[in-house]
C-alpha cells in the first residue's frame, strides 16, 4: 500500500508544484497520529463540534464500522443524559486505495446559552463521555483564529496554546490537514485536534490545500472535506458547505469560499448580496468575513493569485457596503494586519483585514515582505501563532495575535475596534 502511495505522491508532485513558488524556512516534522483504540470499531474517534442554528450543534465523529445507528445521547450533569438524538452516516473512496471510517454526524438541541453539556458518541453504552460549553447569549463573545494549521510539531504548540484561553468559538480560515491527496493525514488531523474541536465549536471553510482534485483520476473536488467537515450552510440558504454564514450573538460571521466560483452572477455571489441584506445591525452590530486567499498582502508570497484578485474585485464593494467590520484570510504563511481600507486605500468605513496562515502548517513560514512597508499595513511578522478576539460589546472589540514560536504565548499585535455600525459617518 505505501509504495503505491508512493507512486501516486510523485503524479500528484508534478500537479500541485505551484503551492511551494517559494522558499518557507522553519520546517518541523510531521505527526502521525494512530487510533487509541484498534480493538473497538465502534469507538468513537476525531470527535469535532459545530454550531448549527441558534441553539443547536453537530457532533461529528468517526467509527471503523459501518451501518452503525449514529447516535448521541447529552445532558447538562456528567453520566445523565436526559437528551438523545440520531443522525445521518456517509464515507468516500480515494483513488480507490482509501476508504474512510464511517463518518457520523448528529444534530442535537435546543440547546440553552452558556451551558456545559455532557454527551457519548454511540448512545449511552459508549465508554468515552465528553463534554462542550454552548457560546454565551450576550457580550462578550470569545473567538480564537488560526489558519493553516497541519498536523506538524508548529499545529500542537498553536493548539496547546490556544486550549489555554477560554474561548467560545474557533474559526479556521482554509488549509485544515495539508493531506495533499494523502487521505490517512486527514484521520491524523482529526485525532489531532479532537481534545480542542470536542470541546469547543469549530468553524471552518475551504482552502487550496482542500481541493484535492485529481485530473481523470479523482475528478471531485472537496471530497474528504465535505464528508468531514459538514459546515451550517442550508441554514444560511447557502446550496454549498463551501460557503456559509453564522450567527453568535451580536456577531454575524460570513465564510467564503476562495476556490469556488465568486463572479458576479455566480450561485455564491448571489448567496452573499441576499445573505448581507439579510443582516439587522441594530440586533446584529458586528460583521466578519473570512476567506482563504487574502486580498490585501504585502508579504511576497501568493502574489497575483486568481482567487485573491479576481475575488476582490467581485466582492470586495459588497463587504464594503455592507460595512463588514473585518476579513480574517490565510494562505499566507505569515501574520499581518492592515488598517481599514478599501479598494487599495485607508478608509475609516472598510474593513481590517488580518492574514492569520500562521497555524502551523509543514511548509513553514513565509519571511519575505514588501519593502518599504505599504502605508496600509500596521503590523507583520513571519511567525506562527493565532488570534484571540473579544467582542466587549455592541460598539467595541479587543483584538490580539498571540506568538507561538515561544514556550509562553506571547502578545506581539493588539489593537481596540469599534464597530462600523456604531460609526455614524459610515452608515449607510
Given amino acids: 500500500m505505501l509504495k503505491v502511495w508512493g507512486l501516486v505522491a510523485i503524479l500528484l508532485i508534478v500537479l500541485v508544484r505551484n503551492v511551494s513558488s ?49 447516535t448521541v445521547v447529552y ?8 437528551g438523545s438524538a440520531n443522525g445521518t452516516t456517509s464515507s468516500y473512496h480515494f483513488l480507490m486505495i482509501y476508504r474512510s471510517g464511517q463518518i457520523n454526524d448528529v444534530v442535537i ?11 457519548k458518541c454511540g448512545g449511552p453504552s459508549s465508554t468515552q463521555e465528553f463534554s462542550f460549553k454552548t457560546p454565551p447569549s450576550q457580550f462578550p463573545i470569545k473567538f480564537a483564529v488560526a489558519g493553516d494549521l497541519g498536523t506538524t510539531d508548529w499545529t500542537v504548540s498553536t493548539l496547546e496554546h490556544v486550549s489555554k484561553w477560554e474561548h467560545d468559538v474557533f474559526i479556521l480560515p482554509g488549509d485544515l490537514s495539508y493531506a495533499n491527496f494523502f487521505q490517512p493525514v486527514w484521520d491524523t488531523f482529526g485525532r489531532m485536534v479532537q481534545p480542542l474541536a470536542s470541546k469547543r465549536p469549530w468553524m471552518v471553510t475551504h482552502g487550496n490545500h482542500e ?3 485529481i485530473p481523470i483520476l479523482h475528478r471531485e473536488s472537496f471530497t474528504a472535506y465535505n464528508h468531514r467537515w459538514r459546515m451550517p450552510f442550508e441554514e444560511s440558504g447557502s446550496t454549498s458547505n463551501l460557503y456559509y454564514s453564522f450567527n453568535v450573538f451580536g456577531v454575524h460571521v460570513i465564510m467564503l469560499g476562495s476556490y469556488t466560483d465568486f463572479e458576479p452572477g455566480s450561485v455564491q455571489y448571489q448567496w452573499l ?46 463587504l464594503y457596503k455592507a460595512r463588514v467590520d473585518l476579513v480574517f484570510a490565510g494562505h499566507v504563511h505569515a501574520y499581518e494586519r492592515f488598517n ?17 496562515g500562521d497555524g502551523g502548517n509543514k511548509e513553514g513560514l513565509a519571511t519575505n ?58 452608515q449607510i
Fill in 22 to 70: 517559494y522558499d518557507r524556512p522553519g520546517i518541523r516534522k510531521n505527526i502521525v497520529i494512530h487510533p487509541s483504540n484498534n480493538d473497538d470499531p465502534l469507538s468513537p474517534e476525531q470527535v469535532h463540534i459545530s454550531l448549527v442554528g441558534a441553539d443547536k450543534m453537530r457532533i461529528s465523529w468517526i467509527t471503523k464500522k459501518d451501518t452503525v445507528m449514529p
Fill in 273 to 318: 448580496e441576499k445573505d448581507l441584506k439579510g443582516i439587522d445591525r441594530k440586533t446584529t452590530p458586528w460583521l466578519m468575513a473570512v476567506i482563504h486567499a487574502p486580498w490585501y498582502n504585502t508579504n511576497e508570497a501568493h502574489q497575483g493569485e486568481k482567487e485573491s484578485v479576481d475575488m476582490k474585485e467581485s466582492m470586495e464593494t459588497l
Fill in 109 to 119: 438541541g435546543p440547546l440553552k446559552p452558556n451551558t456545559v453539556y455532557y454527551y
Fill in 369 to 426: 515582505y514588501e519593502d518599504p512597508t505599504p502605508e496600509i499595513s500596521l503590523f507583520r511578522e513571519a511567525s506562527f501563532g493565532h488570534g484571540q478576539l473579544v467582542v466587549v460589546n455592541a460598539t467595541h472589540a479587543h483584538w490580539e495575535w498571540q506568538r507561538n514560536d515561544d514556550d509562553v504565548s506571547v502578545q506581539k499585535d493588539s489593537v481596540w475596534l469599534t464597530s462600523l455600525s456604531a460609526d455614524s459617518s459610515c
Fill in 75 to 82: 445532558g447538562t450533569t456528567s453520566g445523565k443524559y436526559d
Fill in 211 to 213: 481541493l484535492e482534485h
Fill in 340 to 356: 481599514r481600507v478599501y479598494k487599495d486605500k485607508f478608509d475609516k468605513c472598510g474593513p481590517v483585514y488580518i492574514n492569520i
